[in-house]
């Protein structure tokens, strides 16, 4: 018959492949030779077996009557097994309260060591590593000028001892002075027009790695929360509705950019008591 | 005597107008091709085109060499085409724009002394993010996109990093921190997926595509031509 | 063999009864085997796999033969799967392999889903079933985000992020579940490890038990039928399970085995040489996570910026579109059962299946959720999509948000027409269907004739 015939060449064909396989794997591997011979091994006991099953061998439909779901029907045997667990107690609403009771207690005893799996949060989300007077430096430990950021230029800034911090990571960027908008009360925070910004996106987390140089706004790649720049980083576009909190900056006597305290505001994504 | 002196004070009066000689047809050039939207004199012309002041050697170079300018549309994105200007009116142009202000040169590159290590980190850390893990370009926003690296060469690569076209920012690389971008660029460009066919190697877009499609529909509609529609089988 | 190992254990009735078994034979009842199939290849590629992992976030030096890499600082976890990309024979293949059986994995439990729902197989006695069913597909959501971030490369790292703020939105206890979920503030050493044991040790281990447990309450309530001649709702017409459907599953699993095989040796998949390790400081773009987590993206990158503060408790731009709007909607298609009860007023049971279009209210509903989860994970990709149309991301954004509430509606009535129309006409949707035939005559002109 044909598809009998077919069916032992499938499974020659998955023989030779996987011979083939193997030897393959024994000269040195390859990965496109091993996936084709795997997939023509396995393709060939696939073919072969489906074939056998709907061509080859008779198989009428068969009929098979369901059980009667009496529902209730095994309530009777279920019942009477469990009377025998209390034949000979007395007060038998209590003792099963307790004895689950003492079960619950004990689940909840057992899970309160998960507690061990972190650290209580505390102040952590609120804070980060800039403190007032460190130095600004960039990802190989190098202390940062003014005149080290291009205009229309971005470096990202970590504070000194505490280079790839992650909490703490910060956008450098400089812009003409003339142009920025801060706050009243950060009108001092952009020193010969630098500014740090958080580089944690405030939606969710994301690092704010993209700059639009012209439009003057810093792009989260993950969800396109869009941040002014000039204005504080506020978010124009995007899900983000919290500014990225910006880093006030002043410049040391050696003509180094450090930082004036900690940023404007917790860094990320919010929280439920992020505002406090 | 007086024929060599004569000729001495020939070739010296040329030599020095040769600059502005040259800056002359470049101004020419000028007026004539891109005048229209950057104004007289580079000045720039409102809604048409930036000043040209200041932009410098590097960004001169970049736009002729890429095709970008001119800019048929200005409202539109400059996108990478074949260039219209030859390799003398390039320099000519070029030179031109560099007398219009204080802009960065048309940086050195030496790819062959990049490394490769080095390149790839820098490229994580400052290009990713617009231009891709893989280089293939991204949407940055606002109609504006960062390019697909794979058609760059490492001149223009160079320039614009010091130059920052469009929306893209000006980074203040090192020549070394320029050419390990550059030579990873190229690596990029060059070498074949180790893992086999690189279906646009942007991740798991393309990747989730491929396996509903060819993964699981492909699968299905064998099954299906195996074993038939029906739930019953003539015998 | 056969010999031997049934002089020892014997073959009493019920192995003959079992052996004979009738299930009914249609196409469409094989994907759920598609999807066990699935599951069974990702454990043996799995283990293979766990073999040469590293869940060890410790830093070490990457030695290894892909160059842009080699002199890098990486953790230990990032360093083992690129050696078993590039320095195991056949490494790649097997990872590739796991990784394409995880997506089409997924993608087969949420299709076989869709046929249990349609056909309304979810009905009595069978509820419990569609219950155990759903935590699989949780638990294999679970699977392939766990999974995906053990490689602790740039994107799912980028993943893991977004998942830690997705926890810190929860209201009050937020901070602290994200703390102990994690082992502390973003990004820790911790959380390596222990995503590789839910990984390869409690997710898998759930999964399994909940498989038992599916088929064996599939084998004892036996499987549903379509109607047909000769079936009714008290029994089951097919084929045993002995020859027939033993040695059809045999080759629907090598089928499985060999789409995954091809693809896994041929197309290239997570290439995380090219993402590099995970910096908690740089990102790439574009950053979407598997398909299977995409609708979560899209969900929270078309949410709009509002966080409103409720009796001074901050809401999350992420909270809604990350944690209540998957928590309704799947609290919905869990309890689906009893909602669909309910609304219906039939506790009867059911052992013939319908046809959608029997049920134009079911069927509308569920191609409306179908059109919403499409959506949102479209929505997941839009600036690719931006990209490769050559559009603003922002009016992507736009269009995907009027989508997500024009497309599931007016495509839930559009099903429902078609179901009513069909049903009405009793015609099948890929059938011939009555028409005409157009005829030349005699004259020149054209008469139409039915089509027999």
Redo the contacts between chains.
């Keep these: 018959m044909k598809a009998e015939r077919v069916v032992r060449g499938c499974f020659a064909l998955s023989l030779a492949a996987s011979v083939g396989l193997s030897l393959v794997?024994l000269a040195?591997?390859s990965?496109?030779?091993?996936?084709?011979l795997?997939?023509?091994?396995?393709?060939g006991?696939?073919?072969?077996?489906?074939?056998?099953?709907?061509r080859l061998?008779?198989?009428?439909?068969?009929?098979?009557?369901?059980r009667?779901?009496k529902p209730g029907e095994g309530l009777g045997l279920i019942s009477e097994v469990l009377e025998q667990s209390v034949t000979g107690v007395s007060r038998r609403k209590v003792l099963a309260g307790l004895a689950s009771g003492a079960a619950a207690s004990l689940g909840a005893a057992l899970a309160i060591p998960?507690?061990s799996?972190?650290?209580?949060?505390g102040r952590?989300?609120f804070r980060t590593l800039w403190v007032p007077g460190i130095p600004a430096v960039d990802?190989e430990g190098g202390r940062v000028r003014p005149e080290?950021?291009?205009?229309?230029?971005?470096?990202?800034v970590f504070p000194q001892g505490s280079e790839?911090a992650?909490?703490s990571?910060a956008v450098l960027l400089r812009v003409a002075p003339d142009l920025l908008s801060l706050p009243e009360a950060r009108a001092s925070w952009a020193p010969q027009g630098c500014l740090a910004y958080s580089?944690i996106c405030t939606?969710?987390?994301?690092?704010v790695?993209?700059?639009?140089?012209?439009?003057r706004?810093l792009?989260c790649?993950?969800?396109?929360?869009?941040f002014d720049v000039l204005t504080g980083a506020v978010?124009v576009?995007?899900?983000?509705?919290?500014p990225l909190p910006q880093l006030p900056l002043a410049v040391d006597e050696d003509g180094y950019l450090v930082a004036n305290g900690d940023f404007s505001g917790p860094v990320?994504?919010?929280?439920?008591?992020?505002?406090q | 005597m007086l024929l060599r002196s004569l000729l001495a004070a020939v070739v010296t009066t040329i030599a020095l107008a040769a600059p502005s000689l040259a800056q002359q047809s470049g101004r020419e050039l000028y007026e004539r091709r891109c005048a229209s939207c950057h104004g007289p004199d580079g000045a720039g012309r409102e809604g048409l085109g930036p000043s040209l002041t200041g932009a410098g050697a590097a960004a001169a170079d970049y736009q002729l060499r890429t095709g970008r300018m001119p800019l048929q549309n200005p409202q539109a994105q400059a996108v990478r085409k074949p260039s219209v200007f030859s390799e003398e009116e390039t320099r000519l142009l070029v030179s031109f724009v560099a007398s219009l202000g204080e802009g960065p040169p048309i940086p050195s590159v030496d790819p062959g002394a990049g490394d490769l290590s080095s390149g790839q980190s820098l490229f994580i850390a400052n290009c990713a993010a617009c231009h891709g893990a893989g280089g293939n370009g991204g949407a940055v926003g606002n109609n504006a996109a960062a390019p697909s690296l794979y058609a760059s060469e490492p001149q223009t690569m160079a320039e614009a990093m010091v130059s920052g076209p469009g929306q893209m920012p000006v980074f203040g690389f090192s020549e070394q921190e320029r050419s390990d971008i550059i030579a990873f660029i190229s690596y990029l460009q060059t070498s074949e997926a180790p893992g086999g066919i690189d279906i646009g190697g942007t991740g798991p877009v393309p990747e989730g595509f491929v396996g509903w499609f060819f993964g699981l529909t492909g699968l299905v509609m064998v099954l299906v031509l195996l074993v038939g529609t029906g739930s019953s089988r003539a015998r | 063999m056969i010999r031997y190992v049934e002089s020892r254990l014997g073959l009493d009735s019920w192995g003959r009864r079992a052996l004979r078994k009738v299930f009914p034979d249609h196409w469409s009842f094989l994907i759920g085997e598609i999807a066990l199939f699935c599951f069974i290849i990702l454990v043996a590629t799995g283990t293979f796999l766990t073999l040469f992992y590293r869940p060890d976030a410790a830093v070490v030096t990457y030695e290894g033969p892909y160059e842009p890499l080699r002199g890098q600082e990486v953790s230990a976890a990032f360093d083992s799967v690129m050696r078993l990309s590039f320095e195991v024979r056949a490494g790649l293949v097997m990872r590739q392999i796991h990784h394409w059986a995880a997506l089409v994995f997924v993608a087969s439990t949420v299709v076989h889903m869709c046929r249990v729902f349609f056909t309304g197989a979810f009905r009595r006695p069978r509820e419990l079933n569609w219950i155990v069913g759903f935590t699989m597909l949780m638990l294999a959501l679970g699977l392939g985000f766990t999974g995906y971030s053990l490689p602790d490369d740039l994107l799912s790292g980028t993943g893991l992020r977004i998942g830690y703020s997705a926890l810190i939105s929860i209201p009050f206890a937020g901070p602290y579940i994200a703390s102990l979920a994690f082992g502390g503030e973003f990004p820790t050493e911790n959380v390596i490890s222990r995503l590789f044991v839910l990984h390869v040790m409690l997710l898998p281990g759930l999964t399994i038990a909940l498989l038992g447990a599916h088929l064996a309450i599939l084998w004892r309530q036996k499987h549903t039928q379509y109607r047909g001649p000769g079936r009714s709702e008290s029994n089951v017409v097919g084929k045993g399970l002995w020859p027939y459907q033993a040695l059809l599953s045999l080759g629907v699993m090598a089928l499985t085995a060999a789409v995954l095989a091809l693809m896994g040796g041929l197309v290239q998949i997570n290439p995380i040489w090219l993402y590099g390790p995970f910096d908690a400081t740089t990102v790439s773009a574009p950053s979407q996570p598997d398909w299977y987590m995409g609708w979560l993206d899209g969900a929270t990158r078309l949410f709009p910026p509002w966080e409103p503060t409720v009796f001074g408790v901050t809401i999350p731009s992420m909270f809604l579109p990350a944690v209540l709007l998957p928590g309704l909607f799947f609290t919905v298609v869990a309890l689906w059962p009893f909602i669909e009860r309910r609304l219906t007023n039939d506790a009867a049971e059911h052992h013939l299946l319908d046809s959608p279009r029997d049920e134009p209210g079911r069927t509308a509903l569920g191609v409306a959720g179908l059109l919403f989860f499409t959506v949102l994970t479209l929505a997941g990709g839009n600036d690719l999509i931006a990209l490769t149309l050559d559009i603003q991301v922002e009016s992507m954004t736009r269009f995907f948000r009027l989508a997500m509430f024009v497309v599931p509606p007016v495509g839930g009535a559009l099903a429902y027409r078609i179901c009513r129309q069909l049903r009405d006409s009793r015609e099948h949707p890929l059938g011939r269907g009555s028409g005409v035939v157009l005829r030349r005559t005699e004259q020149g002109g054209f008469e139409e004739v039915p089509r027999s």
């Design positions: 794997y040195g591997g990965r496109a030779w091993e996936g084709v795997l997939a023509a091994a396995l393709g006991i696939a073919v072969g077996f489906i074939l056998w099953a709907t061998i008779d198989a009428p439909d068969n009929v098979e009557e369901r009667e779901q998960s507690l799996l972190g650290p209580q949060p952590s989300l990802s080290d950021v291009p205009l229309s230029g971005i470096i990202t790839g992650g909490d990571q580089k939606h969710a987390g994301c690092p790695g993209l700059y639009r140089a012209q439009a706004e792009l790649p993950c969800h396109q929360s869009t978010p576009s995007g899900p983000a509705v919290r990320g994504p919010s929280f439920w008591n992020v505002t």
